[in-house]
């Protein structure tokens, strides 16, 4: 059974800083690309960042310079180091797992960036 189990989330200060986590189970964790969405209450789904098999980063605009991605295959799990934090980046995050056409996805964890 594949499970993605998303932790690290909560409330934080405009500027401050969060560190996400995603750790699987049930796959290959080497094979898959992991990637980091979010949503936002009345918006659609968005690219946060991803990170493939072997390494290669991408990030969307908004959070370009402010979030970095990593992986840490000897523990199976996924980061999503956010600094800088604003407001705007209040939403859902959820972490993402991708081999070719297969992906699996996490149940999401709220972040608010509030004063």
């Known amino acids: 059974q594949v499970q993605l189990v998303e932790s690290g989330g909560g409330l934080v200060q405009p500027g401050g800083s969060l560190r996400l986590s995603c750790a699987t189970s049930?796959?290959?964790?080497?094979?898959?690309?992991m990637g980091w969405y979010r949503q936002a209450p009345g918006k659609e789904r968005e690219l946060v960042a991803t990170?493939?098999?072997?390494?290669?980063?991408n990030y969307g605009d908004s959070v370009k310079g402010r979030f970095t991605i990593s992986r840490d295959n000897a523990r199976n799990t996924a980061y999503l180091q956010m600094t800088r934090l604003e407001s705007e980046d209040t939403a859902v995050y959820y972490c993402?797992?991708?081999?070719?056409?297969?992906?699996?996805w996490g149940k999401g964890i709220s972040v608010t960036v509030s004063s």
């Open positions: 049930g796959i290959i964790f080497t094979l898959h690309a």
């Open positions: 993402n797992a991708r081999f070719r056409v297969v992906e699996n």
């Open positions: 990170i493939s098999s072997t390494g290669i980063t």
